[in-house]
């Protein structure tokens, strides 16, 4: 039978690191105060490469280590290899510090922004990269694995379900508005007796032009299916990627409009949009975080879950 061959050891980075230092200081007791090492661990480590390699790489003459002609060409490799180590510490802390977050557009547009501010304040130094985009575009962007975490307005519905974890984050309400004294409404419509909201039955909504979001998006999913059910016979006079578009266009008397709480909070405290309350309609929706199970939960990744279930 043929005897089988004795397995060596691998070689190690701290092997290398040791011969690097002995190379350049010319002793294991330079090396071992240049590395925080014990002058022993350094000899063992010495001893340990050479004997995976097969060959000497200094010659011991009495307390001297003389170089040895193999140790030129191994330092030069050495040299390599814990160059390309520390490129690769430097780019794993480098990812550490990375986010990358998705986004709907209205938490994108008004939400997002003071989460972002405390993740800063928390990692000054984090690197965040943000997609802002309809509900239904971002969790594709999640499913691809494109997006670390994404705050979403609708249910999320991925393709596929055991592939994503989803979290319900928040509540919203969504609101219908108009102008203040709009036409649409001053002769149907009256003030409530705070003289800061509309009232109005689900059948005289469904005559009046209604501005909307774009499908696709969480607002337009909440609209479909717990307004539009009421009002088969409603005027959706237009379909608009964005709120902000919907919310001037609204200034401007074209029509009434719906979006969530924060677009219109402002315009609401001025009094230049007047809430429209429909009897028997209730447009409270849930707001989801969403994440790809095999995404790496990173630090920061863990930071900003915390800041967000801190809400």
Sequence with gaps: M???????????????????????????????????????AV??????????????????????????????????????????????????????????????????????????????????????????????????????????????????????????????????KLMIFAKRDSQWLVDIASYNDAGDCYELSIEQLARLPLLVRETGSGTRQIIDEQLLKHLPDADVIMAIQQSEAIKHMVSADIGLGCLSQYVIDPELAAGTLVQVNVAGIDLSRTWWLVWHKARHQSPIWQTFIDILTSE
């Design 43 to 172: 000899s063992s480590a010495l001893t340990e490469l050479e004997s995976r390699l097969q060959m000497p790489l200094f010659e011991r003459v009495g307390r001297r280590l003389n170089q040895h002609p193999n140790a030129h060409p191994i330092y030069i490799q050495a040299q390599a290899i814990l160059g390309q180590s520390l490129t690769l510490e430097h780019y794993h802390k480098h990812q550490a510090g990375q986010i990358h977050i998705g986004a709907s557009t209205t938490i994108g547009n008004y939400v997002l922004p003071p989460l972002l501010a405390k993740l800063y304040k928390a990692l000054p130094d984090a690197s965040v990269n943000t997609y802002i985009a309809n509900t239904q575009e971002v969790v594709a962007e999640v499913e691809q694995l494109n997006i670390d975490i994404a705050l979403v307005e609708g249910m999320p519905r991925p393709t596929d379900m055991k592939a994503i974890e989803q979290r319900e984050w928040r509540t919203d």
């Design 2 to 40: 043929k005897k089988a061959m004795q397995t060596l050891p691998k070689i190690t980075l701290k092997q290398l690191a040791v011969f690097v230092s002995i190379y350049q200081t010319g002793s294991t007791s330079r090396a071992s105060e240049e590395l925080h090492l014990s002058q022993s």
